[in-house]
């Protein structure tokens, strides 16, 4: 099951970049800026559960 959270993250994260390049070409530079920022974090969030108290 681990393999398919890092697959749902890994595409995740490529939309969120590639959205971003195509904002970036086409001169919207906040929203592309908003999405690098979006696939920045969710490449970083552990999706496991394991959080200890």
């Known amino acids: ?3 398919t959270n ?3 993250r890994d595409i995740a994260t490529g ?3 590639t959205t971003g390049v195509f904002g970036f070409m086409s001169g919207e530079f906040i929203i592309s800026t908003l999405l ?16 200890k108290a």
């Not at 690098?36 to 959080?51: H, L």
């Open 36 to 51: 690098f920022g979006a696939a920045t974090i969710f490449s970083n969030i552990d999706f496991n559960g394991s959080f």
């Open 1 to 3: 099951m681990n393999k």
């Open 6 to 8: 890092n697959l749902y």
């Open 15 to 17: 939309l969120f970049f």
